[in-house]
């Protein structure tokens, strides 16, 4: 993205107020999208689902995600910030009652998959706010690293309240979700509260501008935009699904109760959180492709030492996997100091990185489930991630050739 000639001229003193409302929507955005996975054998024993076809229910929302991103960007960009993420964080919403409400996997597969419909107006909601208000790189960082965490954190959140607070509270998975649900209704309406006070962004965007700007093919035929897609799909992989198996794994390979193994995710879940706080803003960009490979040979050796090393010490390589967490705000910012990249098609360039990503974030759980539910088990799907994420160091290399090149270079 295009730095802007004046950045100080562009720090609003709102820009917090609605940074923050961002932060709430996306937070409950991870509380929901974390919902199931703790309670994966509940819902198993009560749906009659079998671990590949919870597999396929878990990645139905990021199947969705791969057709409807680019139409939810490009619709953010027309709708603008405010509008566009109260109709996400709605749908959003639904998606939470009618998991609620499933009976069996026809039902419970499409009210995940509604959640696919709603996301991307949050997910590309967020950067285009923070392109929109934050002119200052430094800021901008920070904003990125901060904002990409909230997922993280309300999904940690779920996984350490669904079976220590709310299961035991209520006796059920579908009341745990209507209450974690809840949470997406008060952070919609306090976005609804502070979005509609906002002044106009001090970095606009003319509807001209708009029309104008680089659409897809533009942003494809840069190689940096195609690097970055690679890494998205390959990261979402990684993270979707260790995310969504890692608690049933670490009750089933390595014999934790349900509530020790959420609690123990939880861990690899503030790790990354800690990481994602820290990292990007600490990273320039000549030195993000070696930080960047670092992370994907620390994530594949704590996986191997997951199947190696005594349960006992289980938790140690759970944490540093964690840090599959901090590789997604790297890539935001990647993709957002490309050169095709402006304030007026923020909206679609981030609807095609996470259409792209999303691949991987479906394939995540449900090829993972599959190779659990093999004779393979949790130790081959634990394995082939590991492979994935060396085979993500070919990718990391190639973003070396971008990385020297100031932001707003012609990339040719």
Not at 125 to 132: D, N, Q, S
Request: positive net charge.
């Amino acid at each position: 993205m295009h730095d802007v000639s004046d950045p100080s001229r562009h720090r609003h003193p709102y820009r917090w107020v609605l940074f923050s409302g961002v932060c709430g929507v996306y937070f409950a955005f991870g509380v929901v999208a974390m919902s199931i996975p703790p309670l994966v054998g509940e819902v198993r024993a009560d749906l009659d689902l079998s671990r590949g076809a919870m597999g396929l229910a878990l990645g139905a929302w990021q199947l969705v995600y791969i057709v409807s991103a680019p139409i939810g960007g490009r619709l953010l960009d027309r709708l603008g910030i405010h509008r566009g993420v109260l109709l996400g964080a709605s749908v959003v919403a639904i998606s939470g009652v009618a998991r609620a409400a499933a009976g069996g996997l026809g039902t419970f597969l499409l009210a995940i998959a509604l959640f696919g419909i709603g996301g991307p107006l949050i997910s590309a909601g967020a950067p285009k706010a923070v392109g929109l208000w934050f002119g200052e790189e430094r800021e901008r960082r920070l904003a990125i690293g901060t904002y990409s965490t909230m997922p993280a954190i309300g999904g940690m959140a779920t996984l350490v309240l669904s079976n220590s607070v709310f299961m035991p509270l209520t006796g059920s998975w579908r009341t745990t979700v209507l209450i974690e649900t809840g949470v997406v209704v008060v952070a919609a309406t306090a976005w609804l509260v502070v979005s509609s006070r906002a002044p106009e962004a001090p970095i606009r965007v003319a509807p001209a501008d708009v029309a104008g700007a680089a659409g897809r093919r533009v942003l494809l035929a840069d190689p940096e935009v195609r690097t970055v897609l690679v890494l998205g799909l390959g990261v979402f992989f990684v993270g979707h699904g260790l995310g969504g198996w890692m608690p049933e794994a670490l009750r089933e390979h390595s014999g934790f109760s349900a509530m020790a193994a959420a609690n123990w995710a939880a861990l690899g879940g503030l790790i990354g959180v800690l990481a994602s706080l820290l990292v990007p803003r600490r990273t320039e960009r000549s030195r993000m492709p070696n930080t960047m490979a670092a992370m994907f040979l620390l994530i594949a050796v704590a996986l191997v030492a997951l199947l190696v090393l005594p349960t006992s010490l289980d938790p140690l390589p759970v944490a540093v996997a964690g840090l599959r967490s901090a590789l997604v705000p790297l890539i935001l910012i990647g993709l957002m100091e490309s050169e095709s990249v402006t304030p007026a098609n923020t909206g679609v360039a981030y609807g095609l990185w996470f259409a792209v990503a999303e691949i991987g974030g479906f394939a995540g759980p449900f090829v993972l489930g599959a190779v659990a539910d093999s004779s393979a088990g949790f130790a081959g799907a634990f394995g082939l991630v590991a492979v994935v994420c060396v085979a993500l160091l070919v990718p990391t290399a190639r973003l070396r050739r971008f990385s020297g090149r100031p932001v707003g270079s012609d990339p040719t």
